[in-house]
């Protein structure tokens, strides 16, 4: 691995599987000692393309879980910029409208950047840029109860779109497009977001690089 550029973790895994508390557990407890200038976290999800010019009901049947809804040329094309030393603007994503939002996020680089998403290893393109690859391998039966319980609070979503969305496409892309790429993680971590030694483990990894520095 290069010392100068960023060092790029991914954390990919089916959909509430566990990847945003993995990454966000991870990088609050090394803000502390690494700063705002020292680790960031990325989400796939940001990289959903627009659907601005489609009507709302027309919105709600986009698969969101193939490849093809993720604008990944762009987020491969950030990743290049931040690992040259330049600055990006993030897109911002709304689950609520189903599209992206007129604002961004400006981040510049850091020496450790968390990237998670669903379709991560989807892209050879994408892949051959992580330096670290992460699959979060949880129960599908587990993540459908934490989607439903997460979606209703957090993405204003009734009990019966949940599960519609579930069967026609969530599932099936899960096994095509998610599951089959397993076998690129460096390391695969059971139990979601809360499993303590998987957690401790990426956290001595991130501080030796940057002590590598
Ligand atoms: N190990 C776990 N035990 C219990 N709840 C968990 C665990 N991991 C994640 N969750 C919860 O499940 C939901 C989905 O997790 P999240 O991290 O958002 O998944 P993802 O980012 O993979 O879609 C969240 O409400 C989260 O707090
Ligand atoms: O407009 C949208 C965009 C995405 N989704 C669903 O989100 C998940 C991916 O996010 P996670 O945080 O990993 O769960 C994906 O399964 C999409 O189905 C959506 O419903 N609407």
């Not at 892209?123 to 039966?141: A, G, M, Q």
């Not at 969530?170 to 998610?178: G, K």
């Amino acid at each position: 691995m290069q010392t100068n550029k960023p060092t790029i973790i991914a954390i990919t895994g089916a959909s509430a599987s566990g990847k945003s508390l993995y990454a966000k557990t991870i990088f609050d407890e090394l803000l502390p000692e690494l700063g705002p200038n020292g680790i960031a976290i990325i989400k796939e999800d940001s990289y959903y393309k627009s659907q601005s010019h489609l009507a709302m009901a027309d919105r709600v049947k986009t698969n969101y879980d193939h490849p093809s809804a993720y604008e990944h040329s762009l987020l491969a094309q950030h990743l290049s910029e931040l690992c040259q030393g330049n600055s990006v603007d993030i897109p911002t994503y709304c689950y609520k409208t189903h599209t992206r939002l007129a604002e961004t996020i400006h981040l510049s680089p850091t020496p450790i950047i968390l990237l998670e998403g669903i379709l991560l290893f989807s892209s050879s393109e994408l892949r051959n840029k992580f330096d670290i690859k992460i699959y979060i391998d949880t129960p599908l039966d587990i993540c459908l109860v934490r989607r439903i319980n997460r979606d209703t609070v957090e993405r204003s979503r009734s009990v019966e779109s949940i599960a519609e969305q579930y069967l026609t496409t969530v599932r099936p892309m899960y096994y095509q497009h998610i599951e089959p790429n397993k076998l690129y993680a460096d390391i695969v971590v059971t139990r979601g977001g809360k499993n303590r030694m998987a957690i401790e483990m990426l956290k001595a990894k991130i501080r030796q690089l940057m002590h590598g520095r």
